[in-house]
């Protein structure tokens, strides 16, 4: 499935990618809508109504990822309700091997995230990954997401990477499409980003089921 003799430099995404992505949605559709309506006297499906618009309008933003934006958005104490759930933070099945495999190769491996550096330190500290990247980016350090074009050149003008030697995963349609349009030779996305759901998913690009698919060799 991959050229590993044509890849520098891998980009990975985190949540949905390397993590299970069921933390951050069971965050937003669940708990925040949960703490909103005990804060504001409503029932759980007022509060979804109220919420779900304000959601969709900052989708593709880089507000849709800035904890400090919703904690003055929705009144709440937005790092203090990740804590109360960190719990439920895991690592994608098999994703260790596959970071494992990577720190045995030669590649240059840079994990690339629109988390908001407070849930980016919190992920980072439940999981202990950290360690097998060579660098950790979050998109607040150049003011735009990954759904953004410039925040690409800034990425390479910060990084120095080759986009025809580098290989980009991540679970959404939008950054995969946008890093594409950029020049980034190979991109993946991957088949089921939650484990609790089982819809149906369609990409247009080639997608990772297992990792363990796609183990590069050491050299």
Partial sequence: MIDWS?????????DGTLLDLHFDNYFWQIH?????????????????????????????????YCLDYWTQDL?????????????????????????EALAASNKQV???TNAHPEALAL???????????????SSHQFGKP?????????LQ????????????IDDSESVLKTAASFGIQQVFSIHQPDSQTTQ???SAFKMIEHFKDILPIAN
């Fill in 32 to 64: 925040v809508p949960s703490q909103y309506a005990q804060q504001h006297g409503l029932s759980l499906a007022q509060s979804h109504d109220l919420l779900t618009p304000r959601f969709a309008a900052q989708q593709g933003s880089l507000n849709w």
């Fill in 146 to 154: 990954k759904e953004h074009l410039t925040f690409w050149h800034d």
């Fill in 157 to 168: 003008a910060y990084a120095h990477f080759d986009p025809k030697r580098t290989l980009f």
């Fill in 123 to 137: 992920k980072l500290s439940s999981t202990l990954i950290s360690h097998y990247f060579d660098h950790i980016v």
């Fill in 75 to 99: 009144g709440l104490d937005i790092v203090q309700l990740k804590k109360d759930i960190q719990h439920l933070i895991a690592i994608r099945a098999d994703a260790l091997a596959f970071l």
């Fill in 6 to 14: 044509a890849i520098d430099t891998v980009l990975l995404d985190m």
């Fill in 200 to 202: 149906q998913r369609h």
């Fill in 110 to 112: 840079w994990l690339v």
